[in-house]
């Protein structure tokens, strides 16, 4: 069974930063892609950012040129990097592992807060 502990969310002022970290237990983790959803107030889940096995990143175009994600395998460990944070990043961030190989599991974390006040 697969554990995704998150941390590093609360509350900041805009144009400020935040780092989250999400520390995933089992050995999966190197056989997987890792990344960061969010969930604002009163919409749907979607994508921040994600990193592939070989360290390919992708982002969301609302994110690009502020956000950077990173994977330590050692560590067993993801982490997002928020840089000139704006109020519209305000949401519940949510770490996600995502198998591979069979059978394709995904797995979440139970979210952190990122609030940003204007």
């Known amino acids: 069974q697969v554990q995704l502990v998150e941390s590093g969310g609360g509350l900041v002022q805009a144009g400020g930063s935040l780092g989250l970290s999400c520390a995933a237990s089992?050995?999966?983790?190197?056989?997987?892609?890792v990344g960061w959803y969010r969930q604002p107030p009163g919409k749907q889940r979607e994508l921040v950012a994600s990193?592939?096995?070989?360290?390919?990143?992708n982002y969301a175009d609302s994110v690009k040129g502020r956000f950077t994600i990173s994977r330590d395998n050692a560590k067993l460990t993801v982490y997002l990097q928020m840089n000139s944070l704006k109020p519209e990043d305000t949401a519940v961030y949510y770490c996600?592992?995502?198998?591979?190989?069979?059978?394709?599991?995904?797995?979440w974390g139970q979210g952190t807060q990122v609030t940003v006040s204007s």
């Open positions: 996600w592992v995502g198998l591979t190989m069979y059978p394709y599991s995904n797995y």
């Open positions: 089992g050995s999966i983790f190197s056989s997987s892609s």
């Open positions: 990193i592939s096995r070989g360290g390919r990143t």
